[in-house]
């Protein structure tokens, strides 16, 4: 399974950006799907993720500030990011959490997409 995750780039302090990620392969069905984001020097950390059925868990630092979404028919999520911060700056990936073909439970992660908050 491969997640292709796209959308980042620069925008100012205060300005917005849409991430999505889109899986593809061989999936019965995705439990989970999920943001992490890793900035320069610090560990990989979780941003938001959502289930199938559509509850959301998101860190504390992006509470309010970003939405997490997405079509269990398109295997597609999005992580929509308003009010950036310069300590949003860092490279984000998306996950999946997934049962393939042959239902074999397996975590996949997409090639990251890099965000840089700065004016």
């Known amino acids: 399974v491969q997640l292709q995750a796209s959308g980042g780039g620069l925008v100012q302090p205060g300005g917005s950006l849409r991430l999505s990620c889109a899986a593809s392969g061989s999936i019965f069905s995705i439990n989970v799907m999920g943001w992490y984001r890793q900035a320069p020097g610090k560990q990989r950390e979780l941003v938001a993720r959502?289930?199938?059925?559509?509850?959301?868990n998101y860190a504390d630092s992006v509470k309010g500030r970003f939405t997490i979404s997405r079509d269990n028919a398109k295997n597609t999520v999005w992580l929509q990011m308003n009010s950036l911060t310069p300590d949003d700056t860092a490279v984000y990936y998306c996950n999946a959490d997934y049962l393939s073909g042959t239902l074999d439970r397996s975590i996949s992660w997409g090639q990251g997409t890099l965000v840089t908050v700065s004016s």
């Open positions: 959502i289930t199938s059925g559509g509850s959301t």
